[in-house]
């Protein structure tokens, strides 16, 4: 079983980056699509990101294409969120996520993290 720890998040002003980190333990990470979700204040959790094992597809919410890349580094099993041009609607708790399928769309996914706050000011 994998774990995921979130770290990268923070307060950022509108415009900003900020780059996400996830790093996985245990040995399947590799073999694991990845990905991000956020959570805003009042609102439901959305899928925001997800990349497949190899790194050779990704998928994105259309409110953060052009903006937002992801990317992993399997031999440090870390996924990263590289979050560009933020936007306050961007503010949100952003949470690390892993799963069999890459577009991450099953009812239960296979692992989640604690989450990282992210804040965007004006």
């Known amino acids: 079983q994998v774990q995921l720890v979130e770290s990268g998040g923070g307060l950022v002003q509108a415009g900003g980056s900020l780059r996400l980190s996830c790093a996985a333990s245990g040995r399947t990470f590799s073999r694991l699509a990845m990905g991000w979700f956020r959570q805003a204040p009042g609102k439901e959790r959305e899928f925001v990101a997800s990349?497949?094992?190899?790194?050779?597809?990704?998928y994105y919410a259309d409110s953060v294409k052009g903006r937002f890349t992801i990317s992993r580094d399997n031999a440090k099993n870390t996924v990263y969120l590289q979050m560009s041009s933020l936007k306050r609607e961007d503010t949100a708790v952003y949470y690390c996520a892993a799963d069999r399928v890459a577009t991450m769309n099953r009812a239960v996914l296979d692992a989640w993290g604690q989450g990282t706050q992210v804040t965007v000011s004006s």
């Open positions: 990349i497949n094992w190899s790194g050779g597809s990704t």
